[in-house]
């Protein structure tokens, strides 16, 4: 029987990797709704975010199957509650690329993001997208030193999002209160998004080696 | 060993009942600190939000103990796996009473809050504080009519959220885009606060009827 539960255990593996290639995908293209004001490209990540969570759900409940009629214990335990976790994380993800998706839609046909500051939230969106990439990677390989260089990437992160309260907190920020709201929320929600992404790598790597990942 | 099991799964139930009242305490303290820029208050949620952590850190460890020796299966393994969610909730918003402390510490010796807000949110905090302690009852007593009564509460919450962003959107706002980041992200906050609150009463009704509770 300890094959079928391997192939099991594989499997709620692949639909963690796929959950990562979803969220990714998402946060990219609710970066782009919101930069060119595109309103079809808002809509698909709403309703995509539907699908992600089905999927999620899912998967939660496959995991407490296994549980249930494998009962597994030590490693094995550990690592299907830690999967439900990290399911946990990614639904978050996709439902911070909703957010922004619908601050985009909100906006049309105007852009959300003044003309100063899309660089700066062009680069978070890129920076979110290539996290959650990453992401994936460490939950297919257990690469730890992979998993370190997620908080790396979280520190840029933390960098764009202080760039762009600055610019916002400037003199010469002229887009008015409700546009220092959106941006607000918008920085928000891509710090977020990094930190989940942070969390799933950081409890990839507490299931590799049995110990935290240091601190940043 | 029924009895031992259900004595473990009991203690289970009193420590999440334990940390709604202690995130209940921290979002009241931390609302007191941030309307009257109380800076010993404010420290005093900070460095609790520590204890709070520790207490769902240890909890987390005694759950996957449990379901690693009892090997539970059906309505046990669920209310364990449940707790293990709920947990994760309630620590959440332990961050987010410590999030709304930082911002009260960060703007001493001023109020972060100008006054013609400053009603509205002593009220979001008074509804947040009183949904985590209605939450406890739920754990506690199962009673899914209370659980319901959360997402009503969720909805007191939600217009005051609206009433805060319209003052801040109106023309009369002359307190700058800084303090309107501020204000957009403490709204953020209670907002979240609530949200998990509601997640807690929703995961309870599930578990003890099967079914979700409708949504809203």
């Known amino acids: 029987m300890r094959s079928i539960f391997q192939e099991e255990l594989d499997a709620v593996s692949q639909t963690l990797v796929d959950l990562t290639k979803m969220v990714s995908d998402s946060i990219n293209k609710a970066t782009t709704s ?15 975010d539907e699908k992600i969570d089905q999927i999620q759900h899912d ?85 730890t030193a992979l998993a370190l260089e997620v908080e790396t990437d979280d520190d840029e992160m933390d960098k764009l999002h202080r760039d762009l309260i600055s610019i916002l907190v400037s003199s010469e920020w002229k887009a008015g209160v409700a546009s220092a709201i959106d941006i607000t929320l918008l920085g928000r929600y891509y710090e977020r998004f990094a930190d989940h992404a942070v969390s799933v790598a950081r409890r990839v790597y507490y299931l590799v080696t049995g110990e935290f990942a240091p601190q940043k």
Chains 1, 2 share one sequence.
């Open 59 to 143: 998967l939660d409940a496959r995991i407490i199957d296994i549980v249930a009629r494998q009962q597994p214990v030590a490693t094995d335990l550990r690592a299907l509650l830690t999967a439900l976790r990290m399911s946990a994380d990614l639904e978050r993800m996709g439902d911070l690329a909703h957010h922004v998706a619908k601050v985009a839609r909100l906006r049309h046909p105007d852009s959300a993001v003044p003309l100063e500051l899309q660089t700066t939230l062009q680069r978070m969106g890129h920076v979110a997208e290539n996290m959650a990439r990453k992401v994936g990677t460490v939950i297919e390989s257990r690469d």
């Open 34 to 48: 919101l930069i060119d004001a595109n309103i079809t490209l808002a809509e698909e990540v709403i309703s995509f």
